[in-house]
């Protein structure tokens, strides 16, 4: 039986900020970021930075876990929106399975 984990946060890409501080990326960059304080842009680049290092952390450990199930993992994305009815579970459904939600459905129908 595989096993079901919500699908890992996509890393945040941002090709403007370099592997460094926010500041140091400042005085790199000609003209910097017009209005933007520089401690907000410093914890934003932080932010960043942590945001990218769990989204590693997550697919490490997804791999890990396909390795020691010796199967895929089924992914469920993470929604914008609560699952609260018959509909949203439809929804998840469809993304989790694909097209092998409705082939089942069919089936059912053709087997009533």
């Known amino acids: ?23 140091e990326a400042s005085s790199r960059r ?13 914890k934003l680049a932080e932010t960043l930075r942590e ?3 769990l989204a590693s952390v997550e697919r490490r450990a997804i791999a ?9 993992a089924l992914l469920v994305p993470e929604l914008e929106h609560d ?13 989790v399975l694909g097209g092998r939600a409705a082939a089942r459905r069919g089936s059912r129908a053709v087997a009533s």
């Open 83 to 95: 699952v609260h009815d018959l509909r949203g579970l439809a929804e998840v459904g469809e993304l």
């Open 30 to 42: 000609r003209g910097g970021s017009p209005g933007v304080d520089p401690e907000l842009r410093e």
């Open 51 to 53: 945001q990218q290092v």
């Open 1 to 23: 039986m595989a096993s079901i984990v919500l699908a890992p946060r996509r890393p945040p890409v941002n090709e403007s900020l370099p592997r460094g501080t926010a500041r």
């Open 64 to 72: 890990r876990l396909e390795v020691d199930t010796r199967e895929k």
